[in-house]
């Protein structure tokens, strides 16, 4: 979709742009920032992320695969020792835990990647390499006919440059 | 995350959570600054072509023991364990301040992590990579080491799982990955910034493939900010487990001095204390070279000296805690063992590992010592000597001197185990240099959490 980019140098002007922009039912916005900033987040009420359901699936995975594998091997070929377990569930904790940790984690690592949409083969249009040092952005998705009622919106609250973009 | 926070009252002498740069004006400075700090340097080339230099005497050696065999490296019975195994806990050891600083205290919202946990994570990987080296090195047959992993095979064999061995191997490589893994993932929007301000187009395209593509999106941010808060609740514990299960080589043994359950919080307590020393010996020059006072402030440096005290203190108290457990078990094999260790043949090294570790950072007491960087960086000398001389007299007094007179002898390395430790230093160095010129060494985004954010109302921005 086109749309167009603003870019601020300060922080609470991006804020109240999200802001207004969101009142205004501009609702396909794109915020960019140096470094994540708690305003941005609560300006635009974003959902919590779900990478926590794939570090609880993970590590679950791992855990249970860290006992299985102790376990199934100790069974498949038991080394008896005078009356000792064969498989013993106390040193198996520590395999049941690494793989825990070990699964858990990069799952985590994944769910971010996938749900973030990185990695990225092309930069997305209306990024800005100003974004990744001192300025903020905010993109906005929108039809040609709201586009100049969104550039002012933008310009109003302080955007040092807006750009039309395709 | 940060916020944009109301003025406090300044308080120069006190380290505090809150991290105040003062004299870090915007997030262009930062940008400016620390992407400086890329520029090769003619002592930065000196100093890693001694690192390399190093590795290549570790590797003569390393071959040369290969070809001739183990007993090249100075064991003889019954001390079978001697450099390669002390410097594998060593190296262990060290890298367990990286992960401690970087998650533990994120976790904690120590404000004064965010200037040192860059480096001290890039030497916890380093210094893992290195460890890892040391038990193959330590086996005969070192072409072998993968019997340790299972995976499916012909003859359908399996490792022992009841084997500290293979403990080691799991706890090891998850440490090795899980560190790697949180380091690189703290690097990905600061590799998108260098790949924004390099003009080269040829390292602009690695920063390009490096930085996958990152554009500081806030949905990238919002995914990122929580994977970063799982990864280090995973790395707390891990970082615990490491070394406890490293302890377990020991502790899993019946052998007097080594057959104890405090072996655990003492192993862990002696790598964060460790790390802390390595994390000082390498921030100070680092800080000094590429003038970045500013960043890694004092108040920075009080507080970690501050941690490598309480640390010190646990260690110590763990030393006397030993003693106190040999004298009240009435064992006369662990009560021998230990006045061997501390007034007979081993009386030397013992006193090194007291006197470096448990003495001098008493001077941490004195916050004028605290707040002076180059008392910090001798004293950090002293504490990775002094935690080597643990990890030995762990290591050989107790195989040196069991149940039965007849079974007592002594070690001496020889110059294989001494230039395979050297090459050690050297493998870890290189890889530190090569890193810190090719990728910040502070946390470009980081920094910019910390710095207040430009704002067109001052005193606005707050929530």
């Not at chain 2, 995350?1 to 109301?6: D, E, F, Q, S, Y």
């Not at chain 2, 390669?84 to 404000?111: N, P, Q």
């Not at chain 2, 935690?387 to 007299?393: A, L």
């Not at chain 2, 010129?437 to 946390?443: D, E, F, M, N, R």
Request: aromatic share 16%; net charge positive.
């Amino acid at each position: 979709m086109p749309g167009l980019i603003g870019a601020f140098h300060e922080l609470d002007a991006t804020v109240s742009a999200i802001g207004e922009l969101r009142r205004s039912r501009f609702n396909e916005l794109t915020v960019y920032t140096p470094t994540p900033r708690h305003e941005l987040e609560h300006a635009l009420e974003a959902p919590p992320s779900r990478v926590r359901v794939f570090t609880l699936i993970g590590g679950l995975a791992g855990a249970s695969f860290g006992y299985w594998i102790a376990v199934w091997t100790s069974e498949y070929w038991p080394l008896v020792v005078g009356g000792k377990a064969i498989a013993s569930w106390v040193p198996y904790t520590i395999f049941g835990f690494e793989v825990m940790v070990l699964v858990g984690s990069l799952s985590t690592v994944f769910a971010m990647f996938a749900l973030s949409r990185v990695p990225r083969l092309t930069m997305t249009v209306g990024y800005d390499p100003r974004f990744s040092g001192g300025h903020f952005g905010i993109w906005v998705a929108t039809s040609p006919e709201r586009a100049k009622e969104a550039a002012d919106l933008l310009k109003k609250h302080g955007a040092v440059e807006v750009r039309h973009e395709s | 995350m940060a916020t944009a926070a109301a003025p406090m009252e300044p308080r120069p002498n006190v380290a505090s959570a809150t991290v105040r740069l003062p004299a870090v004006k915007d997030y262009e400075q930062i940008d400016r600054e620390i992407i400086g700090t890329l520029r090769p340097t003619l002592g930065w080339f000196a100093a890693l072509a001694t690192a390399i230099l190093c590795l290549l005497i570790g590797v003569a050696a390393w071959f040369y023991q290969v070809y001739a065999g183990l007993g090249v490296a100075g064991y003889h019975p019954p001390v079978m364990w001697g450099v390669y195994i002390i410097s594998f806990v060593f190296w262990v050891g060290i890298g367990h301040a990286g992960t401690l600083i970087s998650a533990i205290l994120y976790l904690f919202r120590a404000g004064f992590r965010t200037s040192i946990y860059r480096c001290a994570e890039a030497m916890t990987v380093f210094a893992v990579m290195t460890a890892g080296l040391f038990p193959i090195l330590h086996l005969g047959r070192p072409w072998k080491f993968f019997w340790l992993i299972p995976y499916p095979n012909w003859r359908l064999l399996w490792p022992q799982f009841k084997s500290p061995l293979v403990w080691d191997v799991f706890a090891i490589l998850t440490y090795l990955t899980v560190s790697s893994t949180f380091l690189y993932i703290g690097l990905i929007p600061d590799i998108a910034v260098l790949r924004d301000r390099e003009t080269n187009p040829i390292r602009k395209q690695i920063y390009a493939v490096m930085s996958l593509g990152w554009r500081n999106s806030d949905r990238e941010w919002r995914h990122f900010t929580r994977a970063y808060l799982f990864l280090a609740a995973f790395s707390t514990p891990l970082v615990l487990s490491v070394h406890s299960v490293v302890s377990f080589d020991f502790a899993m043994a019946l052998t007097p001095g080594w057959h104890a359950t405090i072996f655990p919080p003492y192993f862990v307590a002696g790598a964060i204390f460790s790390g802390l020393g390595m994390v000082f010996t390498i921030i100070i020059p680092i800080r000094k070279f590429f003038k970045l006072q500013h960043y890694v402030t004092l108040n920075d440096l009080d507080a970690a000296a501050k941690m490598c005290l309480f640390t010190s203190l646990v260690v110590g108290l763990a030393y006397l805690t030993e003693f106190q457990i040999a004298w009240m078990s009435g064992n006369k094999y662990e009560q021998d063992y230990f006045w061997n260790r501390v007034f007979g043949q081993w009386a030397w090294a013992a006193w090194i590992m007291i006197i470096c570790n448990m003495v001098l950072p008493l001077s941490l007491f004195s916050q004028k010592l605290r707040r002076n960087p180059s008392w910090l960086f001798i004293l950090s000398i002293f504490i990775n000597v002094g935690m080597w001389f643990e990890r030995f007299v762990i290591v050989v007094p107790a195989l040196s001197h069991e149940f039965e007179p007849w079974q007592w002898g002594s070690y001496a390395p020889t110059w294989v185990d001494y230039a395979i430790l050297l090459g050690s230093f050297g493998w870890f160095f290189m890889w530190f240099l090569l890193f810190i010129k090719q990728l910040p060494v502070i946390a470009i985004t980081e920094m910019k959490e910390v710095v207040p954010p430009r704002l067109r109302n001052v005193g606005g921005g707050r929530h």
